[in-house]
């Protein structure tokens, strides 16, 4: 398994970075806590400045072993079974401090995004989740499919015609041959409404930076992995993606053996005869 598998683009760094400068803020606030409260708690009781330190002091000695995991894990180490999910749970949890600790700094959200995606994918990829074809959700926004396409395909993506002329074919293949989950959305509510009907095991989404860091974070705790799309046109029109890293991505989050290959309906641009049909006229 490459080691950037889902992204493509190693950007770690920043966002380990700023995990850790969130951990010495949140260490620093609990101790000021502790000072500050430390005369009022000792008028209650002698024993209450002692007992808030050591809780503090373990909570935060756990919290820093769960951002040593982390990092290990972004580094591609192996990490106890057993703190997998502190782990993931960790990044999610801590996004929006490295954000507003980012902002305090002026790096972009969207640098942010990226590098938080890129840890989280990470992890998924070291924790080795994989799941049967049909408890995978391979989920891609509305702004994949070409502007002038005049088939509906949020409500069925098997509307394709598999002409071609943008990624959504490509997907639509990728999901017969497999027998995963696949859905157009047209945004996060829509998306989060799939997750719910097709309670999958594992989601692979294909969207922006923004997208993918809020979809990881909705659908928590199911393992989501990110593939950015591409914009050669701007943002949200006739974006693209690329199929190569999508397909490397879905096989390695499939058990093997578990696929259930599906028959197309179209293929380029043309309808496929039924294989039933076929057979029953035979
Ligand atoms: S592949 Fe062709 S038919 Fe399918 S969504 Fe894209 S443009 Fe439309």
Known sequence: MSQHAYTGRPRKRLFVVLIMAS????????WAVWRVSYLGLLEISSYLPAILGVIFTVLIFLTGFGILSMIGAAMGLPVLHV???QTYALINLLFPVA?????????KRRRIEGSFIAVSNRIIQNH?????????????????????????????????????GCNVGDLVAL?????????????????????????PQAVLAIACERDLASGIQDVYPIPAAGVLNMRPNGPCYNTRVDMELVRKTVKEMIIPGTEKPRQ?????????????HDDKEE
Request: proline share 7%.
């Open 23 to 30: 951990y010495i803020l949140m260490a620093f606030i609990a």
């Open 83 to 85: 703190f997998q999910r």
């Open 99 to 107: 954000v507003a600790i980012g902002k305090i700094f002026g790096i």
């Open 128 to 164: 080795g989740i994989k799941v049967p074809a049909d408890r995978l959700l391979m989920v891609t926004p509305h702004c994949l499919q070409l502007a002038t396409c005049p088939h509906k395909i949020t409500r069925d993506p098997y509307n394709c015609h598999r002409c071609r």
């Open 175 to 199: 999901a017969e041959e497999t027998g995963c989950h696949f859905f157009v959305v047209t945004g996060g509510t829509l998306a989060r409404q799939t997750v719910k009907k097709i309670r």
């Open 264 to 276: 197309p309906r179209f293929m380029n641009g043309k309808p496929v005869p039924r294989k039933d």
